[in-house]
């Protein structure tokens, strides 16, 4: 009961940050690197990958993973708190014009993905790309480009989002975000 209480704080904190959500165009001039990040997880472990490439021809510049102690469960639509920690690790200290995040943005039934909230604590343009869409979001807040559902995270519209990750498609995917998932899974830098 008092953990049902505590999500439903987190829901309305959830809601209340969408709205400070930015949606702007963003020019492919505008991006000469881009990065991913991905989590994988064995038992208590969060493996997060960073992958950063050049922009649009996607040549690796710089991959890193670190590890970290899992600190929050899974529960659906809650996905940020458990990868928000592992993905901020993976990015400290790194430079780059624009970043994917393995997971919704807006398309999320509150407005608010772990994209956006990636988004919003950086201050940097971010698009969130998933594998599926969630239930129960409008069709308007995400679009399908190759096997990826793509959202805004944050600083970014729609129409920019599919323009900058259309060059990046590999086997329907975006390569740095398939190169994260890979690394996420196999560990290493």
């Known amino acids: 009961m008092e953990f049902e209480k505590k999500l439903q704080r987190i829901r309305k904190v959830q809601e209340k940050l969408a709205s400070r959500i930015e949606e702007r165009p963003l020019g492919q001039e505008s991006v000469k690197t881009i990065a991913a990040v991905d989590v994988s997880y064995r038992e208590?472990?969060?493996?997060?990958?960073?992958?950063?490439c050049s922009y649009p021809d996607c040549e690796v510049m710089r991959t890193k993973v670190v590890e970290?102690?899992?600190?929050?469960?899974?529960?659906?639509?809650?996905?940020?708190?458990?990868?928000?920690?592992?993905i901020l690790l993976a990015l400290r200290g790194e430079e780059f014009d624009l970043l994917l995040v393995e997971g919704h943005g807006k398309a999320h039934p509150r407005g608010y993905g772990l994209a956006s909230h990636i988004g919003l604590l950086l201050g940097r343009p971010v698009i969130g790309v998933a594998k599926r869409p969630l239930r129960g979001?409008?069709?308007?807040?995400?679009?399908?480009?190759?096997?990826?559902?793509?959202?805004?995270?944050?600083?970014i519209d729609l129409d920019s989002a599919v323009r900058l990750i259309e060059p990046l498609l590999e086997r329907?995917?975006?390569?740095?975000?398939?190169?994260?998932?890979?690394?996420?899974?196999?560990?290493?830098?």
């Open 68 to 86: 970290t102690e899992v600190q929050f469960p899974y529960i659906p639509t809650f996905f940020f708190l458990r990868e928000t920690r592992p």
């Open 44 to 52: 208590e472990t969060a493996r997060a990958a960073f992958v950063l």
């Open 137 to 155: 979001v409008p069709e308007k807040d995400f679009r399908k480009v190759g096997k990826a559902y793509v959202s805004v995270g944050h600083l």
């Open 172 to 189: 329907g995917y975006p390569k740095p975000l398939r190169l994260a998932d890979r690394l996420s899974k196999r560990g290493g830098s």
